[in-house]
C-alpha cells in the first residue's frame, strides 16, 4: 500500500515518518530519518501488509514535521459477509383473521458465506427462519401478515448474520380490517327428498356493504321456523 505525504506549504519541509514495530505492517522506507519535501510536491509512503489468517487489522502511521505530529489509523479488514434487505416493507389492507404474504429478496453483496438467522413477532410471521447464504448468493424469504384483531399493525423482521456484527433491521407494517359479510338470500327451501336421502342447496356469503346486509325482521320473515324458535326461547 502507498499513501502520500504532501507539502501544501511555499516552503520545504522536513518530514519524518515512523511505525511502531509490528509483525503484519513494515515501512519500505528507513525509519527515524527526516526526509526533505519541497513545496507543492508530495513523497511517497510504501507500507508492506503481511498477514497471517483471516481476520481485520489495525494499526497507526505517524508523520512528524516541524509543525507538529499527524497519527494516520491504518486499517485492514478481512472478507465478510454483508446482507441486503429492504428497510420497510407494507402489507395492503387484510380482512381481519385471514393471511396475507410477501415474498422478499435477501443478497450477500460481501465476498463471504453468511450465516443468517431471522425473527419477527405476532402478527408477523417469516419462512426461512436459518440458513447459509454464498457470497454474491440470494435466496426469496416469504413474510406473513395474519392479525386477530382490526387496526394498524406494526413490528420488526430482525436479520443477524453469523459475524454477529451485522445486524439488519426491516420495519412491518400492515392493516387489518374488518369485512361486512350477507347471506346471497334471506330464505332456503329444500326440494322434498325421501327418508333416507339428502337434498341440497348452496348459499353464498359475499362482502356486502352495511345498506345491503338484510335485518333480523326480514331473517324471520323468510324463516318461520327460526322465528317460532326464537318465540319459544323468549
Not at 489509523?73 to 428497510?87: G, Q
Not at 440458513?131 to 435466496?139: E, N, R, Y
Request: glycine share 6%; charged share 20%.
Amino acid at each position: 500500500m502507498v499513501l502520500s505525504v504532501t507539502n501544501k506549504d511555499k516552503i520545504p519541509r522536513l518530514v519524518k515518518v515512523c511505525m511502531e514495530s509490528c509483525p503484519y505492517f513494515q515501512l519500505a522506507c528507513p525509519r527515524g530519518v527526516y526526509h526533505k519535501v519541497p513545496a507543492g510536491t508530495s513523497a511517497p509512503v510504501c507500507i508492506h501488509f503481511s498477514p497471517e489468517e483471516n481476520k481485520d487489522y489495525s494499526h497507526e502511521l505517524t508523520c512528524i514535521t516541524t509543525r507538529g505530529r499527524i497519527v494516520v489509523p491504518i486499517w485492514a479488514i478481512a472478507a465478510r459477509a454483508v446482507l441486503d434487505f429492504p428497510e420497510q416493507l407494507d402489507f395492503s389492507r387484510c380482512p381481519v383473521k385471514s393471511s396475507s404474504q410477501k415474498t422478499l429478496l435477501l443478497r450477500n453483496s460481501g465476498n463471504l458465506e453468511a450465516h443468517f438467522q431471522l425473527s419477527t413477532q405476532s402478527p408477523f410471521s417469516v419462512t426461512l427462519a436459518t440458513g447459509a447464504l454464498g457470497a454474491g448468493g440470494t435466496v426469496q424469504v416469504t413474510v406473513g401478515f395474519h392479525a386477530l384483531t382490526a387496526g394498524d399493525h406494526c413490528g420488526c423482521l430482525a436479520v443477524c448474520c453469523s459475524t454477529g456484527k451485522e445486524r439488519i433491521h426491516t420495519h412491518l407494517h400492515g392493516e387489518a380490517v374488518d369485512v361486512n359479510v350477507g347471506l346471497s338470500t334471506n330464505s332456503v327451501e329444500l326440494d322434498k327428498t325421501l327418508i333416507t336421502m339428502s337434498s341440497h342447496r348452496t348459499v353464498c356469503a359475499p362482502p356486502r356493504a352495511a345498506s345491503q346486509m338484510p335485518s333480523d325482521q326480514h331473517l324471520q320473515e323468510g324463516c318461520p321456523a327460526w322465528q317460532e324458535e326464537t318465540e319459544e326461547s323468549l
